[in-house]
């Protein structure tokens, strides 16, 4: 499999997976209005999305870039 993210895609991947991380636990720690299930579930989603962009960035191959026929990797 030919990787398909590139420089750029991979550091706004890694800073989004941050963000959603930190707002995972702003939202755990101070519920942002959010009660009980409903909390749970936002705060797990936000983690899946983390995980995702974490581990598209760090192999720099992203299936939905491949169904596009997306490329953002700079060829020399």
Known sequence: MEPNVGG???TVR???GALA????VAVVVYGGGL???LQ???AG????FAAVM???ASVRRCP?????GRDTRRRL
Do not use: C, H, K
């Not at 991380?21 to 995972?24: E, G, K």
């Not at 989603?45 to 899946?48: E, G, H, K, N, R």
């Open 64 to 68: 939905i870039n491949a169904l596009l």
């Open 54 to 56: 974490f581990v598209t």
């Open 14 to 16: 890694l800073a989004l």
């Open 40 to 42: 749970t579930v936002v």
């Open 8 to 10: 750029n895609d991979r």
């Open 35 to 37: 009660t009980g299930p």
């Open 45 to 48: 989603a936000m983690l899946v």
């Open 21 to 24: 991380v930190l707002s995972t």
